[in-house]
């Protein structure tokens, strides 16, 4: 589980468009790149304030499978099947761990996706996390116990349709909270720069909140004898 971190262009990049047309296009992408930046550091500032509240979340979930399904996976083999469950564990973490974080994620939206560049570069980048981020946060945490149990309960031969559904999307579309994509910085000016660096410094916060709930997925996948 990785933050995405912003990567350092030569400030040269930004004064690289020529023509009559050079002014208009930077006023644009400045505007665009403020409204961006702006949006993307409120979004995660408001997720590193609720990291305490998504660990228990996970600690929640974590307990539910303690208490619900321990063992439902026992004598299951590790293939491919084995893999999608674990992902829907990831998932279900990802999803439970960023409930609070909804509006926030839902204003980011509203905010950025009509935003656009006349780099195509960091245009398609900021689109396609966009794209990602909504999808994702429609997902319902899935029912890993029940999903679980329908697996053993074939053999171990076919998982479950909200299995098979739920992780359709969410393997694809996956995403941390924050996105300060390669080539951003081309169009930024010293103060969004220095906003830039503040958000990056927000996102490995995140990052390490991350990298410690690989602890508790592998709690989820020992009390349920999964593979991953």
């Not at 665009?32 to 550091?41: E, G, M, S, V």
């Not at 305490?52 to 399904?69: D, W």
């Not at 999903?147 to 299995?163: I, N, Q």
Request: with cysteine; proline share 4%.
């Amino acid at each position: 589980m990785t933050s995405r971190l912003i990567w350092a262009l030569p400030a040269l990049l930004a004064t690289l468009a020529i023509g009559p047309w050079a002014g208009a296009a930077s006023a644009s992408d400045s505007a665009a790149t403020q409204t961006y930046l702006q949006a993307n550091y409120a979004l995660v500032r408001t997720g590193v304030s609720h990291l305490k509240q998504s660990e228990t979340a996970i600690a929640k979930l974590v307990a539910q499978v303690r208490s619900e399904c321990p063992l439902a996976a026992a004598s299951s083999p590790q293939d491919a099947q084995s893999t999608e469950l674990s992902n829907e564990v990831i998932g279900a973490m990802v999803i439970n761990g960023a409930r609070l974080d909804l509006p926030a994620i839902h204003s980011f939206l509203a905010k950025v996706a009509h935003l656009s560049w006349s780099g195509a570069t960091v245009n398609r980048a900021i689109h396609d996390y966009v794209s990602e981020l909504r999808k994702t946060s429609k997902l319902s945490t899935p029912a890993v116990c029940s999903d679980v149990r329908g697996w053993a309960a074939s053999g171990f031969k076919t998982l479950t349709p909200a299995t098979v559904s739920f992780d359709s999307v969410f393997t694809l579309n996956w995403v941390s909270l924050g996105e300060l994509p390669h080539g951003l910085s081309a169009f930024e000016n010293a103060p969004q720069r220095a906003l830039a660096q503040k958000t990056v410094r927000l996102e490995e916060k995140i990052a390490e909140t991350e990298a410690n709930a690989v602890e508790r997925w592998g709690e989820i996948m020992n009390e349920l004898e999964l593979n991953p």
